[in-house]
C-alpha cells in the first residue's frame, strides 16, 4: 500500500471534483476502490459522484448504488460522521423521506457531540499536565457549554479546581 499515491489520487479526485469533471472522477473513484474497496472516504465520494453524473451517460450507476456504497460506508464505520449525514441528505433530497433522514442526522449529531466532548476532554487533561491552567479552564468553560450537566466533565473540573 503506497500512502504517498494514495495521497496523490485523492488530491486528483478532488481536483476532478472541483472542476466538475464527475464522469472522470467516477473512473478514478471506482479504480481506487479496486484497491481500497473498505475505504470509508472512498465509499463515501463514490456516492457523492454518483448523485452528480449527468444520468444521460448510459454506464451511469443508478441512485440505489450510491445509496449502497453509504451504507456499506457507515457499516464499516458506525461512528463515522460523514456517511450518516450523507444517509441524511440522500434520504432527504433523492428519496423525499424527511422521517428516515432525520434518524440518520440524529445518529451523525450525537457521534459528533461524543467526538467533540472527547477532544475537549483531552485538550483539558493535556492543558493540566502542561501546567496551562488557564487554557485548561477556557476548554472547561467551553465544555461546559456544550455538556452542562455531563457527569464525566463535572469529574474533571473539579480535578481542574485542585490546581486553580
Do not use: W
Not at 449527468?54 to 456517511?83: M, R, V
Not at 483539558?124 to 465544555?143: G, V
Request: include cysteine; charge should be negative; hydrophobic fraction near 40%.
Amino acid at each position: 500500500m503506497n500512502i504517498e499515491l494514495l495521497k496523490e489520487h485523492l488530491a486528483q479526485l478532488k481536483i476532478l471534483h472541483n472542476q466538475k469533471r464527475y464522469a472522470e472522477a467516477f473512473k478514478l473513484v471506482e479504480k481506487l476502490l479496486e484497491d481500497y474497496p473498505y475505504s470509508v472516504e472512498l465509499l463515501v465520494k463514490r456516492a457523492k459522484i454518483i448523485q452528480l453524473l449527468d444520468n444521460d451517460h448510459i454506464k451511469t450507476p443508478s441512485l440505489e448504488t450510491a445509496k449502497e456504497s453509504l451504507e456499506i460506508a457507515n457499516s464499516l464505520a458506525p461512528q463515522a460522521i460523514e456517511p450518516c449525514i450523507e444517509l441524511g441528505y440522500f434520504e432527504y433530497a433523492i428519496n423525499s423521506c424527511p422521517g428516515d433522514a432525520i434518524n440518520h442526522f440524529d445518529v451523525a449529531r450525537r457521534n459528533a457531540e461524543l467526538g467533540l466532548k472527547e477532544a475537549l476532554i483531552g485538550q483539558i487533561k493535556c492543558y493540566i499536565d502542561m501546567k496551562k491552567i488557564s487554557k485548561a479552564r477556557e476548554n472547561m468553560e467551553e465544555a461546559k457549554v456544550f455538556f452542562p450537566n455531563d457527569s464525566e466533565i463535572g469529574v474533571l473540573e473539579f480535578e481542574l479546581q485542585e490546581y486553580e
